[in-house]
């Protein structure tokens, strides 16, 4: 069965730098349309990022540069480099990826399978 384990979250100071790894195993890795989101307290789930199957990304109009979303397939991890970190980044972050049938990739409808995820919190 598919499973997607997030970690590399944690607490740090407006303007630092956290990298989120997502491990992933049961899917077809190298050519798996894959995501992250976040939710906020109160807030709904919002798109961050998505790598494609032949690794074109895509962000959210948010981000202006911020974050970074790459996929290593030697190791079936997909990674989220977050720069300069405000506040307002303070969520749960998601990894997420699409099954057999392709959707809008910055729709969580999109996506069947999910990790647990992980609280990044951005202290001011």
């Known amino acids: 069965q598919v499973q997607l384990v997030e970690s590399g979250g944690g607490l740090v100071q407006v303007g630092g730098s956290l990298r989120l790894s997502c491990k992933a195993s049961g899917l077809m890795f190298s050519i798996t349309p894959m995501a992250w989101f976040r939710q906020a307290p109160g807030k709904s789930r919002e798109f961050v990022a998505h790598?494609?199957?032949?690794?074109?990304?895509y962000y959210g109009d948010f981000l202006k540069g911020r974050f970074t979303m790459s996929r290593d397939s030697a190791k079936t991890t997909v990674t989220l480099q977050m720069n300069s970190l405000k506040p307002e980044d303070t969520a749960v972050y998601y990894c997420?990826?699409?099954?057999?049938?392709?959707?809008?990739?910055?729709?969580?409808?999109?996506?069947?399978?999910w990790g647990q995820g992980t609280q990044v919190t951005v202290s001011s």
């Open positions: 790598i494609g199957w032949t690794d074109e990304t």
């Open positions: 997420a990826a699409q099954g057999a049938v392709a959707g809008a990739f910055n729709s969580d409808r999109s996506y069947p399978y």
